[in-house]
């Protein structure tokens, strides 16, 4: 027990500050929902990730997002396990067609208002995938999508910007 | 029967029971041809000969299709090959003798439409609803767009084993999971909170990487290749590069190599890591999530500003690496690795000796190392429950074969095991990235690319950090790619994870899940 605490104290606070993005970065990012939304959101959100057909490198990086030098739920931005909990659905990879329905009943069962947040190259246009007999591509072919966060992956920083920029003011 | 000349012993107990053989010698691999009615009498000697089933696959020519299986001992690797007609794929199973072979042929019966004869369980496996069952996509007569509904039905009616009885109930899990993770689906039999049964249903993110494959071009491959799997990019490059450079002849510098064997080993740390950090926090210790989580962020840190990309996506390219290493950079990484192990030093036995890990950790999730063997298990779970194989030293490929290093091995066979294991392979990786480090010399990174001749086939076999990647390509004319095959460690270490869950109670499948922790998008390609 010992060790361990000195360890953590010895660790200290390792998380590091992260600017909210500037107008042209938000541009960047394709936000397409205005500033109404952190209204709506009261300066929290509740994320559900769905993972619709990704190589699992976006999920490396979303799950970096928890790790203490970003900590992004000091933000008020956290993932939830029901997408009945969530403000925002993260989705990953071209939705295979495997994948196609469930992804259609978790954005149903998402409660209004949401917002859908297509995380890679391959969920923004489907990337080294494409449309194939297995693959729907991009997830704007199977749900509405609000905002882009492209990369393959995206690091931790980019995925940070783009959800931050969902809450700018 | 000693170790280098086991195939020779194997083919006169061959020709003893009249199986013919024809020997074609391919680059790296030598292939045997037999007729299609000796597949299972040859897995049943390859059986008694302690053969390691490694991997099969089909390919379609014509009229025919070609059913391939590998097997492996002592390092040495045999292709076996057999000829069916596509007016009647049919041909004995090879599941019945190997268990690891089920699941294979499913695919291959789902895919090209074989029929493998006395299959113990030929229940659909890759195919959901995207493609009606007489279609078969990886023909090539199947169009790549197929002919897909606009939504895609769900797989609503898959036979699951059930369980009967006072008491008992069925937990269907999945495929949208609570956390951040890839889709499948479980299905759990339980009474109380003991597991009865698990039955696994993946194939959810099938993406028909496969068929996308053809046609490509060496570049655009690798490319492919570094996205079956996000978390092993650097292994499965690493195994269809040496796949296409092998068919093609192409010879890669000693320092592309040696690059490579440094991109392979961060990739295995920085995987070993998150598992470690993960495996606490299942086990709610989330001291050891938060240390681990902040190592791993540090490592991928040093690989950004090192190799320019976190997680080290496509920097193998056929003929070499797409990167180089400066003396600061060289420096960068040994100060990592001597950082790393400081912490290490200090971590470890603050884990080791709590008795909360302990109490989860050891003794769950036990595989035995017969059911072990008997599935072919790969990499870590492999040898945590001793399974004593590793490509890198038993068939070893440059940098490795110029390398000691120690495989580490265990075989208490719990996740304890797997979790030391990984540590274990950690302190071999970061040795050998400074024995790497210190063997550049100044050259080339890149060898020129030579056309391979239409027909040109082979196979690249590296170890990832799961464990032993197989990348089977052939060449059509022009450059063109005409099969891919790329045999994750995760398929064959997915269906242990049905057997070392049995007996733990519910609660405990996530630590066991992640102690495993195959990858869903290598097995479902």
Not at chain 2, 400 to 412: H, I, T
Not at chain 2, 437 to 444: H, K, N, V
Request: glycine share 8%.
């Amino acid at each position: 027990m010992l060790r361990l605490l000195k360890k953590i104290l010895q660790t200290g606070v390792v998380t590091e500050a992260c600017k909210v993005p500037k107008d042209d970065e938000l541009e960047a990012l394709g936000i397409q929902i205005k500033r109404h939304i952190d209204k709506q959101f009261s300066g929290s959100i509740a994320i559900r990730q769905v993972d619709a057909g990704s190589c699992n490198g976006c999920e490396l990086e979303i799950h970096a997002l928890n790790n203490p030098y970003y900590d992004i739920e000091r933000y008020g931005i956290h993932f939830v396990a029901s997408p009945r909990h969530a403000d925002v659905l993260l989705v990953t990879g071209p939705v295979s067609r495997h994948m196609q329905t469930a992804l259609l009943r978790t954005y149903e069962a998402t409660p209004n208002p949401k917002w859908v947040v297509a995380v890679g190259d391959c969920a923004a246009c489907g990337g080294e995938f494409g449309v194939t007999y297995a693959s729907c591509g991009a997830v704007a072919n199977v749900i509405p999508v609000d905002m882009v966060i492209s990369g393959c992956p995206p690091t931790p920083l980019a995925l940070m910007k783009g959800l931050l920029g969902l809450m700018v003011r | 029967m000693s170790s280098s000349n086991w195939t020779t012993d194997f083919l006169s107990q061959l020709a003893d029971v009249g199986i013919a053989v024809e020997q074609i010698p391919l680059p790296a691999i030598s292939l045997w041809q037999i007729a299609s009615p000796q597949w299972q009498q040859f897995a049943e000697l390859a059986m008694l000969a302690d053969l390691r089933w490694a991997s099969g696959w089909a390919e379609h020519h014509d009229e025919r299709l070609f059913i391939n299986a590998c097997f492996e001992k002592y390092g040495v690797y045999v292709l076996l090959r057999a000829i069916v007609n596509t007016a009647k794929p049919e041909l004995p199973s090879q599941a019945t003798v190997y268990p690891a072979a089920n699941r294979s042929e499913r695919h291959s019966q789902d895919m090209y439409g074989v029929n493998f004869l006395g299959h113990p369980d030929n229940r659909r496996w890759t195919r959901h609803k995207a493609w009606a069952k007489n279609h078969y996509p990886l023909r090539k007569d199947f169009p790549v767009a197929g002919m897909p509904e606009t939504i895609t039905p769900p797989d609503m009616d898959y036979p699951f084993v059930k369980a009967y009885g006072a008491g008992v109930y069925e937990i269907p899990v999945g495929p949208v999971h609570a956390g951040i993770i890839e889709p499948g689906h479980f299905r759990f039999q339980a009474v109380g909170e003991l597991i009865l049964n698990l039955e696994e249903r993946l194939a959810y993110v099938h993406k028909g990487i496969e068929k996308i494959a053809e046609g490509r071009n060496p570049e655009s491959l690798a490319r492919l290749a570094g996205r079956i799997s996000g978390d092993t990019t650097v292994g499965h490059t690493w195994a269809a590069c040496r796949a296409m450079e092998q068919a093609a002849g192409v010879e890669i510098p000693a320092r592309a190599a040696l690059l490579r064997g440094i991109l392979a080993e961060r990739e295995r740390v920085a995987n070993h890591l998150g598992d470690m950090g993960a495996i606490c926090n299942d086990v709610a210790f989330v001291f050891a999530q938060m240390q681990f989580t902040r190592l791993r962020e540090d490592w991928l840190r040093t690989n950004a500003a090192v190799f320019g990309h976190r997680l080290l996506m496509d920097k193998i390219i056929p003929g070499g690496v797409a990167c180089d290493l400066t003396d600061e950079s060289a420096a960068l990484i040994t100060q990592g690795i001597s950082q790393l192990r400081k912490e290490l030093s200090e971590i470890m036995p603050a884990v080791d000796l709590n008795s909360s890990l302990e109490d989860r950790l050891y003794t769950a999730g036990y595989l035995a190392p017969d059911i072990a063997k008997a599935f072919g298990t790969l990499g870590y779970v492999g040898r945590a429950s001793g399974q004593d194989f590793d490509v890198r030293r038993d068939a070893p490929y440059a940098p490795y074969d110029q390398a000691n290093f120690k495989v580490a091995l265990e075989d208490q066979g719990d996740i304890a095991s797997r979790f030391w294991v990984r540590y274990k392979e950690i302190n071999a990786a970061l040795k050998l990235i400074g024995h790497f480090i210190s063997q550049l010399t100044a050259g080339d990174i890149l060898a020129e690319w030579q056309t391979p001749l239409p027909g040109s086939e082979s196979l690249g076999i590296v170890e990832g950090w799961r464990g032993e990647i197989m990348a089977y390509v052939r060449f059509a004319d022009d450059n063109k790619i005409a099969r891919f095959y790329p045999r994750d460690p995760s398929i064959l270490n997915w269906p242990a994870l049905e057997k070392l869950t049995l007996n733990n109670i519910v609660p405990d499948f996530p630590v066991c899940n992640k102690s495993l922790n195959g990858s869903y998008s290598g097995n479902d390609l």
